[in-house]
């Protein structure tokens, strides 16, 4: 069973870009790689979704290299309200049936 | 993106009773659902999926008779705890892929979760 790992947390101060990794080894051909954030007691709120190299959106980057086995997701100028924990999803086919793995979850504090 | 809501948002139980957790799709047509549970400081598990019309496909070790799925039309699946017991308390949280405006898209998209106690 694939797994997917994330540092556990990370620590930033207001106004700088930080960069959260997701390793994602055996992902499968045809599988996207999306980033989640959660706020306590809440669902996980879409973030970006890509399959390869760069995506860029309103809120943040995903940059994933050729081989696809990592990704990154990159917050630009983080305030105080961007403390959450993020959660890196990537299908998994390789027991046979689809499904879907979340990663660990990096929990960012984002300080003043 | 796509809406999906979740009911009740928080509900408390004795142990031996049975609660149902609703998880609609707002504006699109939910071809599958997921059901995930969360207990606190840890990542979502997968509980089981569900495609509309069809039984759910529950991961190892989530007891089907326990934890009852249903998805019986596009906007709609329940989640039924029966039995419930302290140790199934937990955040639930249902999540989403399907169809709007004829365009399908296989990105997830989650409800606001259901925080369960259960006495």
């Known amino acids: 069973l694939a797994k997917t790992t994330q540092p556990i947390s990370m620590d930033s101060y207001e106004g700088q870009e930080v960069n959260i990794t997701c390793s994602h080894n055996n992902i499968a051909t045809n599988d996207y790689i999306t980033w989640y954030q959660q706020f306590p007691s809440q669902g996980p709120r879409f973030i970006i979704q890509?399959?390869?190299t760069k995506v860029t959106n309103e809120v943040a980057s995903l940059f994933i290299p050729a081989d696809r086995k990592s990704s990154t997701l990159s917050l630009p100028r983080v305030s105080l309200s961007d403390t959450a924990v993020y959660y890196c999803l990537v299908g998994d086919s390789t027991s046979g049936t689809y499904k879907y793995i979340f990663g660990t979850g990096t929990r960012l504090k984002v300080l003043a | 993106g796509a809406v999906v809501s979740q009911h009740p948002s928080r509900v408390i139980c004795k142990s031996g009773t049975s609660v149902k957790i609703e998880c609609r799709s707002l504006?699109?047509?939910?071809?599958?659902m997921f059901w995930y549970r969360q207990f606190p400081k840890q990542s979502l598990m997968l509980m089981a999926t569900s495609n509309e019309g069809s039984k759910a496909t529950y991961e190892q070790g989530v007891e089907k008779d326990k934890f009852l799925i249903n998805h019986a039309s596009l906007t709609l699946s329940t989640l039924t705890v029966t039995s419930a017991h302290p140790e199934d308390s937990s955040f639930y949280i249902c999540?989403?892929?399907?169809?709007?405006?004829?365009?399908?898209?296989?990105?997830?998209?989650f409800g606001p979760g259901t925080r369960l106690t259960v006495l």
């Open positions: 890509g399959y390869k």
């Open positions: 999540s989403a892929v399907g169809t709007s405006g004829g365009v399908f898209t296989d990105t997830q998209y």
């Open positions: 504006d699109f047509q939910a071809t599958t």
